[in-house]
């Protein structure tokens, strides 16, 4: 029986999922539970599994769509089953469907050299109308031909035709616009159309097409979108200020080489998510959220680890980071990381964060202003370690520092306790041996 397969609702909070790419074709055989597309949210790629076996008769929703959760995205049948009903269009033989006239012939779509770009629906009608798909022009994202540009391609007139239409053109210019599907008009010669003028016109389609590449535009990607919605809703709801602070990381550097000589490998965002945690219950106004006018205590630390990817950033939780061992946190945060980067995140891991630590020390930032991951109420960013001249017991002497860069809620952190929760984590950074008090 067929099967209607829609866009997946992979959270609560998720109303619309991106089609990012189909790992099948139409035509394609699929078996229940095969990989068969790929969805893009606004914290991660999921990809979707086949909900049943069969043919892959009609792909609904082409790649680099947006559309809403639960709506159809394609149809998995039998390879003679009848499935008009499912996609309301009378099911007819591919080769027999007429292409849609467009209103203008098509002039030359691309530029000599230029890769063409198309979806496999596309290529898959294209073959069967006998298109030459090279010539038609694509209106989706960089150019992509779609299926829908495949239906309404028109060739262009023949020679004749355009000499019938006013446009007059010697022999070998007529085969050159003939084998390129260049519309003579479009060449704008006030006379007879000749091979140079052609050369002259593609040469100035180059020119044209090389002013157009300076700028780009590129619709924004579901996380990317999903990022810039947060970030501003942030900064309207949280009125911030922004604490540096200066840490002598010299015990810790000492401190990480014991565990390394235990043969216990960890890194400074590892030891950071541990002694923030402890410092957090001490301080519950950092490790809290507000609410109509409420402040929601959290009794435990879900500490977030901002984690870059290739097209934005996720934070992924190390939850009850208060209670576990430096190894379980070290173990949890490179899962988490692994599985970020490979899209593979569980949604209950993006939720419910209590404070977020953000690590930009690797590119050499010395300071920098983090915002607020809502609805928590403080956020950590941590810069690079560098050698720095410092005076300790009236001598100059160098030391391993790192500034902490703290931003906090005012409406529930006044500066005097934002300002003694960053001292309390310089305490213990510079004095490990305190955890165990």
């Known amino acids: 029986m067929a099967k209607v397969v829609v866009m997946p609702k992979l959270g609560l909070t998720m109303t619309e999922g991106t089609l990012s790419a189909w790992k099948k074709k139409e035509g394609d055989a699929v078996k229940e539970g095969e990989a068969l597309f790929e969805v893009e949210t606004d914290k991660l790629t999921n990809t979707i599994e086949a909900p049943a076996t069969g043919v892959l008769r009609r792909i609904i929703v082409a790649e680099g769509r947006t559309v809403p959760c639960l709506e159809p995205v394609a149809v998995i049948a039998a390879a003679d089953e009848d499935i008009s009903g499912l996609t309301g269009t009378a099911q007819a033989a591919p080769a027999a469907a007429e292409p849609v006239q467009a209103p203008a012939a098509a002039a030359a779509v691309r530029a000599p050299g230029e890769r063409l770009i198309a979806s496999p629906a ?11 798909i ?7 994202p960089k150019g992509r031909v779609t299926e829908e540009d495949v239906k309404n391609y028109k060739p262009a007139a023949p020679a004749a035709e355009q000499e019938e239409s006013g ?3 010697s022999p070998l210019a007529a085969k050159i616009a003939a084998d390129i599907g260049l519309d003579l008009n479009e060449v704008g010669s006030s006379g ?11 040469e100035g389609t180059r020119e044209r097409a090389a002013e157009a590449a300076r700028e780009e535009i590129v619709a924004m990607s579901g996380m990317r979108k999903a990022i810039a919605k947060n970030m501003l809703n942030s900064h309207m709801t949280s009125p911030t200020v922004t604490f540096n602070l200066s840490v002598d990381m010299s ?6 080489e014991q565990l390394k000589g235990q043969d216990i490998k960890v890194s400074y965002t590892d030891l950071l998510v541990k002694f923030v945690a402890r410092a957090l219950t001490e301080f519950p106004l950092l490790n809290c959220s507000v609410e109509d006018n409420k402040i929601i205590y959290k009794h435990y630390v879900n500490m977030g680890v901002a984690v870059a990817l290739d097209n934005g950033l996720v934070v992924p939780n190390v939850t009850d980071a208060d209670k576990k061992s430096l190894t379980e946190i070290s173990a949890e945060l ?7 980067r490979e899209g593979g995140l569980p949604m209950e891991k993006l939720r419910g964060g209590t404070f977020t630590i953000t690590n930009l020390g690797m590119y050499g930032i010395e300071s920098f202003s983090p915002i607020i991951n809502q609805p928590e109420v403080a956020i950590l960013g941590v810069t690079t370690m560098e050698d720095r001249a410092v005076v300790r017991n009236g001598e100059i002497v160098i030391r391993p520092m790192m500034t902490l860069s703290l931003t906090a809620d005012h409406r529930v952190a006044d500066g005097s306790v934002a300002a003694s929760f960053l001292q309390r984590i310089k305490c213990l950074l ?8």
Do not use: W
């Open 334 to 340: 490179k899962e988490l990381a692994k599985l970020a």
């Open 251 to 256: 015990a810790m550097k000492h401190y990480r």
């Open 430 to 437: 510079e004095n490990p041996a305190l955890m165990l008090a």
């Open 192 to 202: 007879r159309v000749l091979a140079e003028d052609i050369l002259k016109y593609l």
């Open 134 to 140: 090279a010539l038609v022009r694509g209106t989706g």
């Open 167 to 169: 446009t007059k053109a």
């Open 122 to 132: 596309a290529k898959k009608l294209a073959k069967e109308l006998g298109i030459d």
